[in-house]
């Protein structure tokens, strides 16, 4: 996704080799498309000699874990839930991080993670102690480098953006006792490119080397858009081979995004018409309830086979079917007219989708689907009327 409410140009692409009759709504991953997003991290972490974890936050689909298991180090989690998913059902290193942690958390999170990471210096005072309860947790501190390159929404996903609750800053810096602390964290970025990461890790070397030396690991969290059209891996990978040169650390990646970027759909059905000026088909997919980033962000989807309004011939503004008059996904124009039952299929639909949704107006859940690279349609899981009960109390 980009932060732009530009309708992308999608007429000319390839239909993934869906069922005629798939059930929709559906969040199909494209395992074919994960491998080669996978084929990235293996030369990541060949090539600099450093670790990569996949940030669970941006798409925690268990079903997913075998196609990724082999390719990545591990995971990292927002919190303990997070952090027992990853340990549960990734199984191999859990990492968590929370600007701050719930009583007890840090405790039972001792039990499920490897690696824990405190925001502040307050943070560790409070809960440094628990962290420790098992002989092997590694500790982390997250810093705030006051290094903005996020790509997306402005300062609402920049971690270093004014009054951001994420990492001590510099000037409560020499409160954390650096004597406990393993790892040096810096998450800033956010879709960003090489001359993101890049300049990151310089940043950090440049502003923060005596902090450095006195770790093992540095951790330059997400955001590392690996796998986006335009990144050029190799100027991530001569960055964190010089850093590890210059100060002998180990060095972590945690990307979410960039990890399943273009890697699956959305899959939705017109299920009817409304004509207000404009003509609009509603779909069974919505903005509101299934790309929450849509609106967000906010940003306007790619739609396979189709162009922006005014392009291909036959205009028409797509819409979910809740109750929510700004529940619009965006403005596209299509070759032929649209009819009832017609399958679209909106592109870039893995990170931040259905770790997000909600059944706000009843609206059904899609289903969590996988397209292995043989071409078999594989239903993961089907929700009904119970995933909406379940969360009423
Ligand atoms: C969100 C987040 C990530 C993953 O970010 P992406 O933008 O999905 O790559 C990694 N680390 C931390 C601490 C995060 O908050």
Redesign the pocket.
Known sequence: MTSSQTTPDMSRAVLPPLPADVATPAYVLDAAALARNMATADRIRREAGCKVLL?T??FAFPAAFPLMRAHLDGT?A?GEYEARLGREEFGKEVHV?APAYAPGEVARLADIADHIYFNSPEQMARHGAAARTRPGVKVGARINPGYSNATLGGPLYDPCAPNSRFGTTAAEIDQLPWGEIDIFHA?S???SLHDGSVGLIAHVAQNFAAYVRRVKTVNF????FVNKPGYDVGKLIAAVKAFRAEFGVEVVL?????LVVDAGYLVASVIGFHHNVARIAILDASASTHMPDVLEVPYTPPLLGAGPSGVLGHDYLLGGKTCMTGDVIGAYSFKAPLAVGDKLVFGDMM?YSFVKNTTFNGTPLPDMAVLDADGTYRVIKRYGYDAFRERLG
Do not use: F, I, N, V
């Open positions: 940030a936050k941006a990292t927002s991080y998450h970025l956010c879709e969290g997400g955001g590392h945690e990307p979410g995004a960039g990170q």
